[in-house]
């Protein structure tokens, strides 16, 4: 095998471990919700869970400055060896944790204390992935190397609904609810040490070995402090990738079955098809970017998701069905791979050389934290409050409205840079207009 090929399987894998531990997660949110957080009223017990699965997501930009830092410092093999180790407990943690009716009060501090190790974990995950493909790509191919990162979560995520749609044949509801949710958890127990294997034979990328100084960890947090317009123009860029995401995968389950009342075996098999179109669309679109620029691409998906969005989910509640269902999902999906295909390595290479890793990490977090981590829990919320069961598309809409601004933006960062070339943001802001 080649050893590119390699390297991308290897550095992906850890990627794939922690977008299946989240999307388990919300897929089974109802029935962790009445294991772990016995309430009378339905609602509440839901909202509970699905305030600990968005919970995970606000540790992300802490674990992001903190363990992104210790990769800028030192190196991206060490850093993604180290996230890895602190995922596993968190995924461990979750699946052996007894029930309330056994253990408590104990068992939804246990619940929320391993998704909080989970997130702060998961918020270098993403940028150190990124930062090591895109270190180890072949010149002019930048784009669909990165892409394998986004395109290992599909994996995950197709895995996690062929177990959903296995389960759901075989137990009953009763025994969904009882003990069946923690049969995907304990899987991903089970694969850690064959992951591991994977990532402790990674090599560290040839750019960071090369540099002869790394910059300590104050001097990372005072650059990415100094660059806080180009961090928080890349958190409103990713606002649309997570929205999209969790809306379309971690969110569906909940909506399918509460909302349109689908059957979950229908939910389950639409959502493998929709990681199966996320994982096509991805590279694809990644290696379209390396021809015809970033921001193209961009500019593109934000406009057609403001256009459709909020329509396509009204045509969807107006008469739930498996085939509106799958037809809305995979045009999303549609928006969400070329998007993300061109995003996640525009965000890389607009972040100054030294902080790469920490810049990006803490750009992505934060939206993931502020936004798209939250996703199942205000789209619910949203719903609730206003009757209309088409709402989702309006949050969708907000995000890709975020996505394009940024976007334009960046832009007149990029000149200004030209302009001016401050040393912090030069090296940064010259790498797109390259790469497109």
Request: glycine share 8%; net charge positive; aromatic share 10%.
């Amino acid at each position: 095998m080649n050893r590119q090929v390699q390297a991308v399987i290897r550095v992906s894998s850890g990627n794939f471990l922690e977008m299946y531990d989240f999307m388990v997660f919300g897929y089974y949110a109802a029935a962790i919700g009445r294991a772990f957080f016995p309430s009378g009223d339905e609602f509440a017990s839901l909202m509970l869970s699905l305030m600990t699965f968005g919970a995970g997501f606000l540790m992300r930009p802490i674990g992001a400055l903190v363990l992104g830092a210790y990769t800028d410092k030192h190196g991206r093999r060490a850093g993604l060896i180290l996230t890895l180790a602190l995922m596993s407990v968190g995924i461990v943690a979750i699946a052996l944790t007894p029930g309330y009716a056994t253990i408590g009060l104990l068992a939804p501090l246990l619940v929320l204390g391993g998704r909080l190790l989970q997130g702060f974990s998961a918020g270098m995950e993403l940028g150190g992935v990124s930062v090591y493909l895109s270190e180890i790509a072949t010149p002019g191919n930048k784009g669909f190397y990165v892409s394998w990162q986004s395109a290992s979560q599909q994996v995950a995520v197709a895995l996690a609904a062929v177990i959903g749609i296995a389960l759901a044949t075989e137990l009953s509801p009763d025994q969904m609810n009882r003990w069946g949710w923690r049969v995907p958890l304990l899987i991903g127990c089970v694969i850690i040490p064959a992951l591991f294997i994977l990532r402790r034979t990674l090599a560290e990328t040839e750019e960071f070995a090369a540099r002869r100084r790394h910059p300590t960890s104050a001097e990372i947090f005072r650059t990415v402090a100094a660059n806080w317009r180009l961090v928080g123009l890349g958190m409103l860029m990713s606002t649309l990738t997570t929205v999209c995401f969790y809306m379309i995968t971690a969110y569906t389950p909940t909506f399918g079955s509460t909302v349109l009342h689908l059957a979950n075996n229908q939910v389950q098999l639409v959502i493998l098809c929709v990681a199966i179109s996320n994982f096509v669309w991805l590279p694809v679109m990644g290696a379209l970017s390396d021809r015809i620029g970033r921001v193209p691409i961009l500019i593109a998906c934000t406009l057609l998701t403001l256009a459709t969005a909020y329509p396509a989910l009204v045509w969807l509640v107006a008469a739930p069905s498996f085939s509106r269902l799958l037809a809305v999902e995979l045009w999303l999906s549609c928006m969400f791979g070329s998007y993300n295909g061109a995003m996640v390595v525009y965000l890389t290479e607009i972040m100054p050389r030294d902080v790469r890793t920490a810049g990006f990490s803490v750009a992505f977090s934060l939206a993931t934290a502020i936004f798209g981590g939250f996703t199942p829990l205000i789209a619910t919320w949203l719903i609730h409050a206003t009757g209309n069961k088409a709402m989702p598309g309006v949050w969708l809409s907000v995000a890709a409205l975020c996505g394009l601004l940024a976007t334009l933006a960046t832009l007149s960062i990029q000149h200004e840079g030209q302009e001016h070339a401050p040393p912090a943001l030069a090296p940064a802001v010259a790498a797109p207009r390259a790469a497109a």
